[in-house]
Each structure stands twice: as C-alpha cells, then as structure tokens.
C-alpha cells in the first residue's frame, strides 16, 4: 500500500519560510518521479514542483520559481519542499504527489493527507 505522509507546514508571516516533508512507503521511492502540488481554498489542485527518481532533474512553477527548492532523500524515502519568501498567494494544502514530475495533470495520482500552509500576517 502507497502511503505518503506530509508535515512541515503551518502559520507564517509574508516574507518568512518554511520546510515541508514527505514519507513515502509502499513503494520503491527512488524509482518513481515525485511532485509537490497544492491547492487554495475553492481553487483547483496547482503542481508546483517536481523532482525526478534520482534527483538529478528538477522542475518549478512558475508562481514560485526563484523562491522554492524541491530535493529528495532517496535513503531515507523522503521528499522536502523548501518554500521562501512566502506570499499570502502561497497559502494552501500542500501534497506530495507519486510518479508525477510536471504539469497539472494531477487527476488520479496517489497522494497523501496534505500539510497545511498559511501564510498570513
């Protein structure tokens, strides 16, 4: 059974930054492309980055390129998301995603509960 567990997220203030995790099992990690995807309220599931099997590729949306670093530990089955420099925009439920690397044909795609992002001053 797939399980991916999300933490990391929680209440910051515009400008601040936070680092978001992801246990993967049930699966071989570093076999499979992973992704990061969110969604505001009343707004569609967005991608927002993804990391290829070995970490050796790596792709950012544009709504937070420059501000965001998606990496991986394939040891340890786990997938970060380091976000900076938030914006109130960046708030959301973030998602990590298996056997995704780009886009935002996210219908169908194993995910896990989500962490929550709120980025409020």
């Known amino acids: 059974e797939v399980l991916l567990v999300e933490s990391g997220g929680g209440l910051v203030q515009p400008g601040g930054s936070l680092r978001l995790s992801c246990i993967a099992s049930?699966?071989?990690?570093?076999?499979?492309?992973m992704s990061w995807a969110r969604q505001a309220p009343g707004k569609e599931l967005e991608w927002v980055s993804g990391?290829?099997?070995?970490?050796?590729?790596?792709k950012y949306a544009e709504s937070v390129k420059g501000r965001c670093t998606i990496s991986r530990d394939n040891d340890k089955n786990t997938l970060f998301l380091q976000l900076n420099s938030l914006k109130i925009e960046d708030t959301g439920m973030y998602y990590c995603?298996?056997?995704?690397?780009?886009?935002?044909?996210?219908?169908?795609?194993?995910r896990g509960q989500g962490t929550q992002v709120t980025v409020s001053s």
């Open positions: 995603i298996k056997g995704h690397y780009a886009g935002d044909a996210l219908s169908g795609k194993s």
């Open positions: 049930g699966f071989t990690f570093s076999d499979y492309a």
């Open positions: 990391i290829g099997g070995s970490g050796g590729t790596v």
